[in-house]
């Protein structure tokens, strides 16, 4: 009765919108009274009449943004649920704006229990007839905005959901003296459950951190500066947590179609005045150099700024009120010009730049002000176009004239001190008179430029031709920026110079010891501009070496600068990497981000450089690294294609995948998933859980371990205290089954009063298969990652069912795992989360044997060696005598450890003094009376606890020690 009185109160409360808007809130509320009927026979109540005519959408129930940025480098994983409540299947539809800079690293489709993950392929050459096609989709649909759009449509049967989960990574740019994290909430409805978590982590330590007023589209930063409401930001001194979660009503005070808009963090780092910050791990660095406190070097600019016909009304207004304010902020020793270009050129000022002195700037925005949008200004230089188009636009005339009088100014201050000179480019069409190709237009500002100067192209609307644009400023070493049609262009403008308007170096090379270090990104810099940052990644060579040597040079308007030292890079790496293993969860599973961020790079690079490249075999040779990398990587680039599998039917495509647009054309479609048949795409409310089978054969917990030995009727346990980090090999089989099971350690502090030291627990595990085919599971308290055929990574909340090349994965919510190889291994992984851990609690795994038939007689490792091994027990001192095959060393052993032979286990020809306990295990589930055996389960299991330590967890190698042994072993049996 309540949620009924509710329902109406809330369509009351909406009198005068749609049914449709009233449904969709009463959806994301949960308040439906009642289900819609599937035949029409049925009695039903009488306010369902209007609704029942209507087609019932299918509506997100879950909108969930987790975000870890380590060092700038930032992974974003998306997850959004999509329910349909009616009995019909329905078109469900996600879509997610993220930045252009950004690289999918992964995309995933969960309908009911079904997992459709994605592959990443390199792209197949496209054939000459669909280029111009595609090219005019490409500029007409990615105009828009700085980011790009990812829409998926799939046809999602009745009573059933749809979980779509999509990763990016990107490296956040710094500036005017900040990194901005951006990231769209934009589900288009309402949400039950709308959360987006950022996790930070900054060495160096964090300066400053603001979260700012949600942007939309046109509104820039306006308004209130506080951050949106719902948002908790908790903060130390190199690490900060932000959580934005509103509820329905505070989304509804926002916006009540649930278009909330971006939500950015700002912030910045500590700097020692050094040659940068230089981090390592793994076996690759990242260097960021980022000056502060020097004096700014004079510049020289021309605007060249296009007054065509297309640009009348608000454009040219906005252009117009950036320049006031831009002129404003030129300094005393700067020298500047300014030429506009449509049919017609002009110049303000013939052949010369002039100091920028009050009464120039008030000239030049005189000159501004009458600038016409007619095509018809009075000119120095005419085109020859018609007299009666005025929407010409000679966009080669107007680059050429202003790089001329700017190389000509150049030229006859060759011996005045050291500046900087600037082409700022502002257009919002393409060319259409005087020279039209765009190569030549690149080829024609090159030769006047002869790298003297960098021309930064600015984009206005949905009209231009970005992809030339952007060759125009990557050929000369600028930059492009877009400014959206809908976006106020002054605030913009005024944005884009306030980054390139303090020019403080130029000339930058920064070097590395060539013995250290190889495989670098760009290092050499035209200009760095105040607020900025330079990064730069490669590998590390000799690791043998603790110090890598840097060397930075540049220039400053009267002075070459020359800084190096030799920085600790092991050092620095150990540090890192305590603090990476002691941080949450999210940061803890992404502590690969240097050799990625090196990745991310190296592939930017090669898709620069290739799009400068004229010759077709270097560039060629260039597109197949980038293949090379993006696929090993797992990036969405230019050059590669996310493919979902295969195995579903497939329609004609309806969806589209934005990304760098302004790159050649390389846009995949992805396939739309078609309803599926009941017995394979059946309702979630029908599905049953499937039962776990848990065994006692484990580890769980600080780690406890248990091993059963059914043929004995015995149980045996022990612990193993390891140190964080340390990764143990569990489970050996690699040469018979291609099976290796390794875990990692996580430290925690030690109950008080307690007797240990420490704890640890295992945070991670991996299950390396090599038979038939070659993958691995890696899981963690959060995400589980299969690495096959395809690349799957899903979070733990969600259930799922996946069958690939042998290996079948059940994943069952915040619960547990289970992983079955050729039918005959199993495995099941349980998940311990904490809400509100306490300080000596971390969320943690447990690994039980499920099945071992699949296992051969020499497995071996920590669990695996006891499963084909049989025990004795003997608890009475006649039974223990008749035990010891050496007395005097039994006895011996035993005096040395003082225990007593009141309980003894005898295994592997060894008598093992034990005591009798009660293990929990399987959540607490089940206690398990077993024997225990101390120190580290000393004659217990073969070797000692060290021998039982591997490099990496991927990590399938079989040590030597052991390979012996087994040799022993089978020569024994063999007599």
């Not at 021309?455 to 400014?483: M, P, T």
């Not at 262009?489 to 390139?500: H, N, P, R, T």
């Not at 299991?941 to 087994?966: M, R």
Request: hydrophobic share 35%; aromatic share 8%; with cysteine.
């Amino acid at each position: 009765m309540e949620r009924t009185l509710l329902w109406l109160f809330l369509a009351c409360l909406s009198w005068g919108q749609k049914v449709e808007e009233i449904q969709d809130y009463a959806s994301d509320l949960d308040l439906f009274p009642f289900d819609f009927p599937d035949s029409t026979g049925a009695r039903v109540a009488r306010q369902t009449n209007v609704l029942q005519r209507l087609e019932i959408k299918p509506h997100i129930t879950e909108f969930t943004v987790k975000s870890t940025i380590i060092s700038r480098y930032a992974f974003t994983s998306v997850s959004c649920t999509i329910l349909n409540r009616a009995s019909e299947s329905r078109e469900a539809v996600f879509q997610l704006q993220l930045p252009s800079s950004a690289f999918i690293s992964n995309f995933t489709i969960i309908v009911g229990e079904q997992v459709y993950p994605s592959r990443m392929i390199a792209k197949e050459k496209r054939h000459g007839g669909n280029k111009k096609k595609n090219q005019k989709t490409e500029t007409a649909e990615n105009a828009e905005s700085d980011m790009d759009i990812f829409r998926v449509a799939t046809k999602l049967p009745g009573k059933d959901k749809a979980i779509f989960l999509l990763t990016y990574e990107e490296l956040l740019q710094r500036r005017l003296g900040f990194y901005e994290y951006v990231v769209s909430v934009r589900p288009q409805q309402l949400v039950g459950k709308l959360f987006v978590e950022v996790n930070l982590l900054e060495q160096s330590g964090i300066k400053h951190l603001e979260v700012a007023p949600l942007r939309k589209a046109g509104n820039g930063d306006k308004g209130s500066q506080s951050p949106p409401v719902a948002t908790k930001i908790d903060q130390t001194r190199t690490t900060a947590k932000i959580v934005f979660k509103p509820s329905i009503v505070q989304q509804a005070s926002i916006d009540r179609k649930g278009i909330l808009g971006d939500f950015i963090i700002r912030y910045d780092v500590n700097r020692e005045p050094s040659v940068g910050d230089v981090q390592a791990m793994n076996g690759f660095f990242v260097h960021y150099f980022a000056p502060k406190d020097l004096t700014p070097v004079p510049k020289n600019v021309v605007f060249v700024i296009d007054n065509s016909a297309s640009m009348l009304g608000l454009k040219i207004k906005q252009t117009k009120d950036a320049l006031f304010t831009i002129l404003g902020d030129l300094r005393n020793e700067d020298h500047f010009n300014i030429v506009g270009f449509s049919s017609r050129i002009k110049v303000w000022q013939q052949d010369r730049l002039v100091l920028a002195t009050p009464n120039n700037i008030k000239d030049a925005k005189k000159f501004i002000h009458l600038m016409s949008t007619s095509g018809v200004n009075s000119a120095t230089t005419r085109s020859n176009c018609p007299e009666d188009l005025h929407d010409c636009t000679n966009m080669n005339g107007g680059i050429q004239t202003g790089a001329k009088v700017l190389t000509d100014f150049i030229a006859k201050n060759v011996n005045s001190p050291k500046s900087i000179s600037l082409i700022i480019f502002i257009t919002d069409g393409r060319p259409t008179i005087g020279e039209t190709n765009s190569s030549k237009i690149v080829a024609n500002t090159k030769e006047v430029n002869k790298g003297q100067f960098c021309l930064y192209s600015i984009g206005i609307g949905k009209d231009v031709d970005f992809k030339l644009l952007e060759r125009l400023s990557v050929e000369n070493c600028g930059v492009l920026w877009k400014i959206p049609e809908e976006e106020d262009a002054s605030l913009l403008l005024k944005g884009f110079y306030d980054q390139i308007g303090t020019p403080v170096l130029s000339d930058i090379e920064i070097g590395y010891s060539k013995r250290r270090a190889a495989y670098t990104t760009q290092n050499v810099y035209a200009n760095y501009f105040n607020g900025s940052e330079i990064v730069i990644a490669g590998k590390l060579l000799n690791t043998s070496s603790s110090d890598l040597h840097v060397q930075v040079s540049a220039r400053t308007s009267d002075k070459t600068v020359l800084l190096e030292t030799d920085v600790p890079v092991s050092k620095n790496g150990d540090i890192l990497h305590k603090e990476i293993t002691s941080a949450e969860e999210g940061i803890q599973e992404n502590g690969n981000y240097i050799e990625r961020l090196w990745g991310y790079l190296t592939i930017k690079e090669l898709l620069k450089t290739r799009m400068k490249s004229n010759s077709v075999k270097k560039r060629e040779a260039l597109t197949d690294q980038a293949k090379n990398l993006s696929v090993a990587y797992h990036f969405l680039t230019p050059v590669t294609t996310l493919k979902l599998e295969q195995d579903m039917n497939v329609q004609d495509p309806l969806t589209d995948i934005s990304h760098n647009p302004s790159d050649e054309s390389f846009r995949e479609l992805p396939p739309v998933l078609q309803e599926q048949s009941r017995a394979t795409g059946s309702s979630s409310k029908t599905r049953k859980k499937m039962k776990v089978s848990i065994s006692k054969t484990s580890v769980d917990g600080d780690p406890h371990f248990v091993v059963d030995f059914p043929l004995s009727n015995i149980t045996v346990c022990f612990n193993i205290d390891g140190e964080p980090d340390d990764i143990l090999r569990l489970v050996s089989d690699n040469k018979h089954s291609g099976v290796t099971v390794n875990g990692k350690l996580i430290g925690a502090p030690a109950p008080v009063n307690g007797h240990k030291k420490q704890r640890t627990y295992f945070s991670a595990l991996t299950i390396l298969v090599t038979k038939p085919v070659r993958a691995y599971i890696e899981a963690t308290p959060s995400r589980v990652i299969l690495d096959s055929k395809d690349r799957l990574v899903l979070p733990c909340d969600k259930t799922a069912t996946v069958e690939s090349q042998g290996l079948l994965i059940t994943l069952n919510a915040n619960s547990n795992i289970t992983v079955t190889i050729q039918d005959t291994i199993s495995f099941v992984i349980l998940f311990h989360q904490y809400k509100n851990p306490a300080p000596f609690q971390r969320n943690h795994l447990g690994f039980y044997i499920a099945n071992s038939k699949g296992l051969s007689a020499n497995t071996h490792g920590l669990l695996g060696q006891f499963l084909y091994t049989s025990v004795k027990i003997a608890t009475s001192p006649t039974s223990t005598s008749s035990m010891l095959s050496q007395p005097d060393q039994e006895e011996q052993y035993l005096q040395a450890h003082n225990e007593t032979a009141s309980a003894m286990l005898k295994v592997k020809g060894h008598v093992i003094p034990v005591m009798k306990k009660q293990r929990k295990i399987n959540n607490g589930k089940e206690q398990v009376d077993c024997w225990f055996v101390k120190n580290n389960a000393a004659r217990l299991i073969d070797g000692e606890y060290k021998d039982y330590l591997v490099s990496h967890p991927f990590d399938s190698e079989t040590p030597a020690w052991l390979t012996n042994e087994l040799n022993e072993t089978v020569m024994d049996s063999a007599k």
